[in-house]
């Protein structure tokens, strides 16, 4: 795959360029990082084999919808993909195999998912989404559900995570969960 290039004989350059990504025949490859730096992206076929992937610089709800059927995808990490105030997975949207979900310093204040979304959800890692207001409550639905780590977030996205380890101890009887907070700040 080549990345965007610049020209300084043309007066322009790709960077802005729409890009379709097709990578279904990397077969063997497991593990990914994409860092998407302005390009407007209109197509990313990943091989069905990934088990790690980084997204960056990429709005969420679209890499969602091109990543959301990866059959054995068990870590996703999304940094800087916000493009508006809301997210929201749709339900029909599924990660079957995810354990392992970090989002980085996005600017989306609400969020909005289904546990039927992450049935196999470990941990949730959350790292300076300042903006962000609260946790799906149904992740307290997520019986699989073990650690949540706030780092650089606020105290009310840390209430909203103890919200959802008291309805885990009481709807699933799961008291192993683990709220895990560093350097929070006030909203």
């Known amino acids: 795959m080549m990345a965007p290039t610049f020209d300084p004989t043309s007066g322009e350059d790709d960077y802005a360029k729409p890009l379709r990504i097709n990578m279904e025949s990397c077969t063997r490859l497991q593990s990914l990082s994409l860092f998407f730096a302005g390009s407007p992206v ?14 960056s610089l990429i709005p969420a709800d679209i890499a969602v919808s091109y990543i959301s059927g990866l059959p054995v995808l068990e870590y996703l990490q999304l940094v800087c993909c916000h493009k508006s105030k809301e997210w929201c997975i749709p339900p029909d949207f599924t990660f079957h195999k995810l354990r392992l979900l970090k989002l980085v310093r ?3 204040t609400t969020w909005d998912a289904s546990e039927e979304s992450f049935p196999q959800l470990e941990t949730l890692v959350i790292i300076n989404c300042y903006r962000l ?10 019986p699989t559900l073990k650690q949540v780590k706030l780092i650089h977030c606020t105290r ?32």
């Not at 209109?42 to 997204?55: D, R, W």
């Not at 309805?167 to 709220?179: H, M, S, T, V």
Request: hydrophobic fraction near 40%.
């Open 133 to 142: 207001e609260e946790i799906p409550s149904s992740f307290a639905d997520i």
């Open 42 to 55: 209109l197509g990313l076929q990943l091989p069905s084999n990934l088990k790690k992937l980084v997204l």
């Open 106 to 108: 996005f600017g989306t």
């Open 156 to 187: 009310t996205l840390q209430a909203s995570a103890e919200i959802i380890k008291e309805d885990l101890i009481e709807n699933e009887g799961n008291d192993c969960i683990e709220i895990i907070t560093k350097d929070m700040r006030s909203a």
